[in-house]
């Protein structure tokens, strides 16, 4: 059987965050996520690598004290 993989649920200080910590944090699905990308609702992701995808931690705070203040 296969060892499940325990997330923080909190997002870091500062860097990077990838899909999975997101979505941890803010209570979404992986398409209502890409679809609020895609629409400007969520912040743009950055391409750190060919296969690696990563939001800023900065902008996924400010998205989530905008809808603290909401």
Do not use: C, N
Not at 1 to 15: D, F, N, Q, R, V
Not at 24 to 41: D, E, F, L, Q
Not at 48 to 53: E, F, N, Y
Request: net charge positive; proline share 11%; charged share 20%.
């Amino acid at each position: 059987m296969a060892e499940a993989i325990h997330l923080p649920k909190a997002l870091p200080p500062e860097g990077y965050a990838r899909l999975p910590q997101v979505l941890s944090v803010i209570p979404v699905g992986k398409s209502t996520w890409w679809a609020g990308v895609k629409a400007g609702r969520f912040p743009q992701p950055v391409k750190l690598g060919p296969r690696v995808t990563a939001w800023r931690v900065a902008d996924l705070r400010a998205l989530i004290d905008q809808a603290e203040v909401a």
